[in-house]
């Protein structure tokens, strides 16, 4: 390529500011300083958003889906007030990666004639705008990954979701920002930079759905589809506290998206939804799962979302991991954790304690697997352009890593497969329904500053099904102090640099999230379990208070 990765990457910034209209652009006058780290009240205190603008995106997918298949609410006016906010989400927090905010109305205007012609939505998502990460491919969009490589490359065809979600009625209009390749807990890359979390700019929005994450927190979108290959949905959900589901391999479909490392397959990437109650949450699933995707991605499972009967006495036994033995949650994880534990017992559930012992070892296995071709995949791809390596990334792919031969990669693989076999036999000897554990040690944590994946990425590995929920818990930097350095003995020199790292002036007001972990394919218990876990906490699915 004649342009260097700077010439580029600048160009895509400047094309993607361009691409929002001048009436979407913040008045200068309006505009927040750079000072104001919570900026998630823009929208209400401004006074630049209507009335109308403000209610249609402050209200949920289970209240918007009504009132649009009925006409109550047209397309064209939901997908224009999204369009709106996200555009205003992008100025403040740097979240998206594509709009296509033209095509968008234009769909929703024909979403509107059709339901007008035939008195009939056009599908279970009739009209609903939806906001996709970079690597969903949307023909004639870049999928940059993250990577200058791949600026200027537009996609050919959709991603096979992107086409059972339009089939259903939805509206795409932006793709959000993600980390180079999407292997950094933080969304930072060299063509776009860094998103932030709009609820403290100073904290990151985790990674590396972070775009997406930052974006429904700013209220910018009512659903967001994410993907996860070692906690890029269950990180960023909980940073930003809104709900998420790590589905097993096989449940949502795969095909033609991009990935950050082409034919890595010893831990599968999936994708799921991202939502700001579990019930949007559900709904989601539901009719992803009932598209049959199976007759479209070879790869699906032919699982239907299939009804769940808890225990009979309504009880459930709940494994809790207060710790993964090589990182100490932060103090307000670990009260969160405490409270909850506490509420659960109470309304008579049973809990056990879970032990850490074979969470360093999935975590190992990850790291090697991600690291099988020693980094070249992603070497490569930077190498075309001269763009550098991230600084986030250079320990794991900076070229120390031995590439493995076949028969390692084979070893490897058996390996993976005795470690889930022990697992799954020390869950089953202990006959818990769920694992109740940190998504993160944080809430979350000041840019750049993430360091620990282990609580989620072990999980990956085994293919289990797991929520990052948010506990209803906020941090109090009056009660969460630290811990006392002088006398805290840290699990391990990771540990000792989160526990220094923590500032709870800084984190101080977030949400904590903590994860709901069931076996493989049990999405729906999954989901039935989260709720009754929200009904100890005082709350419902639908996201108001009990």
């Known amino acids: 390529m004649t342009s260097t990765w700077e010439t580029i990457s600048a160009k895509k910034r400047q094309a993607l500011a361009d691409s929002i209209p001048a009436e979407w652009r913040i008045p200068t006058e309006l505009m927040p300083p750079e000072s104001q780290d919570d900026v998630t009240g823009f929208p209400e205190q401004s006074g630049w958003f209507t009335k109308d603008e403000l209610a249609i995106t402050g209200a949920t997918v289970s209240e918007l889906l009504p009132k649009l298949a009925s006409g109550e609410l047209s397309s064209e006016a939901v997908t224009r007030a999204f369009c709106k906010r996200a555009a205003a989400a992008h100025q403040l927090v740097n979240c998206l990666s594509e709009t296509l905010f033209e095509a968008a109305i234009t769909t929703a205007k024909a979403l509107d004639a059709h339901l007008a012609k035939t008195g009939k939505p056009l599908g279970p998502l009739h009209g609903l705008p939806i906001s996709l990460k970079d690597n969903f491919n949307l023909k004639g969009l870049d999928s940059t990954v993250g990577f200058t490589s791949h600026v200027g490359d537009p996609a050919s065809y959709d991603a096979v979701l992107a086409e059972i979600l339009r089939e259903a009625g939805a509206v795409f209009y932006v793709k959000t920002n993600v980390p180079t390749a999407m292997m950094i807990a933080e969304s930072v890359n060299n063509t776009f930079g860094r998103t932030v979390n709009p609820q403290n700019r100073r904290v990151t929005s985790g990674g590396s759905s972070g775009g997406e994450s930052a974006l429904i927190a700013f209220g910018g979108s009512p659903i967001g589809v994410g993907t996860d290959i070692g906690g890029s949905l269950r990180i960023p959900a909980a940073c930003t506290g809104i709900f998420t589901i790590k589905p097993s391999f096989g449940r949502f479909p795969t095909l033609r998206c991009r990935s950050g490392m082409p034919g890595q397959e010893a831990v599968a990437s999936i994708n799921g939804p ?254 039935e379990m989260c709720k009754v876990v929200l009904g100890v906490l005082g709350q419902s699915p639908s996201g108001s208070k009990l």
């Open 274 to 527: 991202m939502t700001q109650t579990l019930a949007d949450l559900e709904l989601y699933s539901r009719t992803v799962v009932g598209a049959e995707p199976w007759r479209k991605d070879p790869r699906s499972l032919p699982i239907p979302w299939r009804p769940v009967s808890l225990p009979a006495s309504g009880k459930l036994k709940i494994g809790v991991m207060w710790d993964d033995g090589m990182a100490l949650p932060t103090p307000p994880v670990t009260r969160a954790l405490r409270e909850a534990v506490d509420k659960l017992k109470a309304a008579g559930h049973e809990i056990v304690e879970w032990s850490s012992e074979d969470q360093a070892r999935g975590l190992e296995l990850l790291g090697r697997m991600f690291v099988a071709d020693g980094g070249e995949a992603i070497r490569n791809e930077l190498e075309r352009t001269g763009e550098p390596m991230r600084p986030e990334m250079v320990d794991q792919y900076g070229g120390s890593a031995k590439s493995l031969t076949g028969l390692e990669y084979w070893q490897l693989h058996a390996e993976r497969q005795d470690y889930q076999k022990k697992y799954l036999d020390r869950w089953l000897a202990a006959g818990i329904d769920a694992l109740l554990c940190p998504t993160t040690p944080y809430s979350s944590v000041e840019n750049g500053k993430f360091r620990h994946v282990g609580y989620t990425g072990v999980y990956n590995v085994l293919d289990y099904s797991c929520i990052s929920f948010p506990t209803g818990v906020r941090v109090d930097q009056a009660v969460d102090v630290p811990q006392d350095l002088a006398t805290y003995k840290p699990l391990s020199d990771l540990d000792k640099e989160i526990q220094q790292d923590y500032d709870p002036k800084i984190v101080n007001g977030l949400m904590v999230n903590l994860q709901l972990v069931a076996q493989r394919l049990e999405e729906e218990k999954c989901v």
